[in-house]
């Protein structure tokens, strides 16, 4: 009965993409505590929660978010910085800013209509996020980054909404058990599909200026064909020329 973490993050997933129309990218509402957790545990949020969840990620704060932080000073000052890294969402207290946890429920409502996920170490907000139905909730478990399996609240919405379908509790068991079996990786395989698309030939605009070295080099040579070998060895040379320049501004 072993199942890997990563299958069983998959599996939770799918269970807010079949019941509750989960779309990527999935929209993550963080908050200053799961933000503070990640500093502390030395936790990349960017980097390592799309990783996690295997998924096109956005990572969202509000103003109420930012401005808790501000407020608590120079102790969170590093995880205020981090929230202020994300995509700032329009909360609807712009005039009036309320506490982090009470934006992040307004938020969600009563049903989560824009399919949230919310990242909080907040034990309140947790509780009062499992009560809402299909409200995915992380938390840092030290290191790691913990999607918890469907509240009771979301189960319990989950069953409702397919008996409103009108699948009577037999045929129900059996679609859990063939949806654990493929329903999740078809979900995943039309989704890559569509996103590979994007990989566009920009880089190839880059190789005009070599013509005049080509046109050079046809003088006395007729080989073409090495010549394009070698484009795309420089091309994938600059390309990891980058690399450690980013990595390196990390320390
Ligand atoms: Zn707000």
Redesign the pocket.
Known sequence: MKISRHKKVQKNLAFYVNNFKFRQPYQVLIDGTFSFAALQNKFNIQDQLPKYLQAETKLLS????ILETEKLGSKVFGAMLIVKQFAVHK????KQ??SGS??LL??LGKENPSRYIIATQDRDLQEHVRKVPGVPLIYLHGKAPTLEPPSQASRNRAAELRRAVGINVQQEETLKVLKEKSGLAEESDVRSKKKRKKGGPNPLSCKKKKKSATETATNTNKTGKVRKRKRVKLATHIIEALKPTSMSSSS
Do not use: A, L
């Open positions: 509000t103003q109420c978010v909360c609807g207290h712009e800013p309320v009470k934006c307004s938020m």
